[in-house]
């Protein structure tokens, strides 16, 4: 638990553009959320290759999200069953049945369906609420955090030192 | 600030791979593990496979080693399939659709031995109880007697104590009712009122007090009259019942000779005790497996419908496919049997749950020619669930020309059978519409050489039994089972019985006279006490209803000459009662 505080902390103090950590987080929400092992997820894992996007902070979304979902798991169900069961999306979802790609990615299912959609529709305004709250920790708090016990306890570590031989290398390559 | 990470598309390509490389090395296992655990929840007992082996170009699956137990008998598998191989359609694989156009399973063999239990819960006992088994030997009349209910001897002590508690009760209220006394009291009263009246003032007065006494004597009258009726409707029922408890004793003296000797008629139908113990055996198999192949059964809906999956894993809703196509479907399985005669073959066709989807039955066709000790044998038929609501499954199983070498048909017991040689020719018809089961066994042995019973017997019945069916050269055996799948009744006819109802008839009809007497002497000696005291009992209350008829005779006479007395006859004075 301290550790992933610590880790959490190391990734918002790091340099890294605050779009690209909100964008890991937002990513992470989407594959935590939902079903781990589906198409969709396939989708996100190359988009977060792909794009720019902090992989640290998308390990450790994805790890909270996950544990998360359990959580979640019943409220999912409940707004998947609604949404696959509204007559007014009938037709659609019909038509998306009647589809290799959708039916392969299993929409059908209510967990799925509810979670995905939850996700996606956070996904934007978690974006910006994650690159303003960032932005806004770096410039009021991240001087009185630096001071923490647990930060100064993180940095003694040999991961940390570590962490920070790897970023060097980085910045020189 | 650069947003694309070409590394990135390249070390997704790379952990693609690897994950891909692993899926491949782990999915065989798994395949063998779903198999397993599907195939075990649907038989209710072990399914297991030795090896699954997935190819990927051709799509295909090979299944090594598949032991399917039997729920009923843990110890052994019903079928054990060497190889299973087939080809799948890889683009309906995708869609969550298993569809097979030729499957190869050989090396199939039926009802081998377990090297462990395959049981996963204990086994449902059978549907049918085995029928009495007969022990040909009468047993102690008052061992019988200590285990057995008698009704007689209920009837007669529940009917002891019911008479004596209404006797009681109705001698109570006997003596709260007007009595002899009392109607003497109203005669005298009457011999009062009745003298002369002269004036019409006492003639009114005389007939006013008449009136009085006649209502008196009515209403007392009602009171008896309601008992006496209640008494009497009460003593008639008791004499149906004491005539009723007295043919108890009789009643229980034929079920137990039934029960425990045999009779005339129990030998007319032996052949059951002998065959239908099998014959059970076998229908509730055929019934269970025809149970379990309904459990993989899916209804197709044109409307969505929700399928409850376990907790956490949410629900599939499923929504009306343009162009359905089943869930699970082999086009054709191509099967050979090892039998211990030699190999049959055949084929299953259409195998799938969604047969509202297909249009078509489940249809099955084995044959088997040159077999060693068997001429021929086929089977064919259908497992219908086109329209699920009106299912229709049928069977027609022929064996002829099977040769009989030392078949055992009951081992242990009084009267061992066995059959050391033989030809058997029989024909299996089954259909089941709805849930209506009707099937039909029609068998006949010749040629035969037969061993019944034990050389040192010393029962005259098992003697005279053995010896008779030992003389057999052949018979005919035809059952019939009757009903719905879960109550079915089973009649089987066959020329046994006439051989032993004429070889034993006559031992069995002495021993079971000579034992239908000393139960019969015995229950009566035990219900005489009850049942007289009954009919003691029963006597008083009669009495009593006589008493009470009595009075109400005297109190209507009384009446009547009370109504003579009223001088008042056609008499009409506005606002008096008369």
Known sequence: MINSIAKLLSILNSGTDPSQISLGFAFAMVAG????????????????????????AFILGTAFFSALAYGLDPLFHVMGLKLLTWDAMRGVWTDMYNTSIFKVARFNNTIFMGSIVFSVLLFVPFVLAGNLLIRKYRKHILSYVEKTRIVQAWKATGMYRMYQSYRDLRSRL | MKWIRWRGLVAFFIVMAVVSAFWFIFIDGIIERF????????????VELEKADLSLFPLGLTLTGLQVTDPGSPMRNAVEAGRIAFLMDGMNLLLRKVTIDEMTVSGVRLNTPRKSSGAIEKPAPGRHEEPPFITFSIPDVDEVLKKEDLESIRLAGELESRVKEDREKYEKALKSLPDEKRIEAYEERFERIKGKAKTPAEIFAKANDLIALRDDIKADAGLVKTLASDVGKTASYYRERVEFASGAPARDVKRLTEKYALTQQGLM????????????????????????????????KAEPEVEVKPRGRGADVRFPESDPVPDFLIRKALVSVNIPSGDISGEVLDITGDQQITGRPIKFRFSGTRLKGLDSMSLIGEVNRVVPEAAKDFARFDVKGYRINDFILSEGGSLPIAFRKGLADFSVNANIRDFKLDAALNAALSGLDLAAGKADEKNPFLRAAGEALSDVKGFGLNAAVDGTVDNYGLNISSDLDQVLRESAGRVVAKKAALFQAELSEEINSKVAAPLSQAKAQLSSITGIQKELDERGLLMDRLIEEITKNLQVKGFKIPGLPF
């Not at chain 2, 198999?35 to 072990?46: L, M």
């Open chain 2, 35 to 46: 198999i397993e655990k599907k195939g075990t929840s649907i038989v209710g007992a072990k």
């Open chain 1, 33 to 56: 959320l939902t079903p781990f092992f589906g198409v969709h997820n396939l989708v996100v894992f190359l988009l977060v290759m792909v794009l720019r996007v902090n992989l640290s």
């Open chain 2, 269 to 300: 139908n032996l052949s059951k005790v002998f065959f239908g113990g099998q014959i059970y055996a076998w229908t509730d198999k055929v019934l269970m497996w025809r149970e379990r192949v309904d459990k993989v059964s899916r209804v197709y």
